[in-house]
């Protein structure tokens, strides 16, 4: 009889240990998407040129490093260290290209990526509209991409 009970005990054990496991994996799961993400690009009307800035969420790791990449390539001043005061993580970006850029948030195997259109800067000279945001934005830093 001692023998069963010591069986029993180890079975128990067992299913015990494989029920904590599947309820890590599934606790966790959701999470795992969450280290990086909602990037953005400020502006609009992106062109080549121009500085913009990139922020992405980081919701759940706030110790590793995000590395940017447009169209696979890193950007300068990449990787950034997250604040553990902050959910953001910021970088500037000048694209030098015009056409489709595939910008990346990655964060270990996480990762976020959007693709905006950046067009020719067009500045002809005495042309408003051919610079980065004309009007203020160049007076008042918060209004420029």
Partial sequence: MNAQVTRARRVGMGFTTFGAMA???VLAAPNASAWVGNLEVSGKDH??????????????????????????????????SPSLLSNKVT??????????????ARQI???DSISVTVAESGGGSGSASGGCGGGLGGLIPSLSG
């Fill in 23 to 25: 309820a890590v994996i």
């Fill in 47 to 80: 062109k080549v040129g121009c500085t913009y800035t990139l922020t992405a969420s980081v919701e759940v790791d706030r110790i590793s490093t995000v590395k940017f990449t447009d169209n696979g390539k890193e950007l300068p001043g990449s990787p950034v």
């Fill in 91 to 104: 970088i500037k970006w000048t694209p030098s290209t015009a056409g489709v850029h595939k910008l990346e």
């Fill in 109 to 111: 195997l996480i990762s």
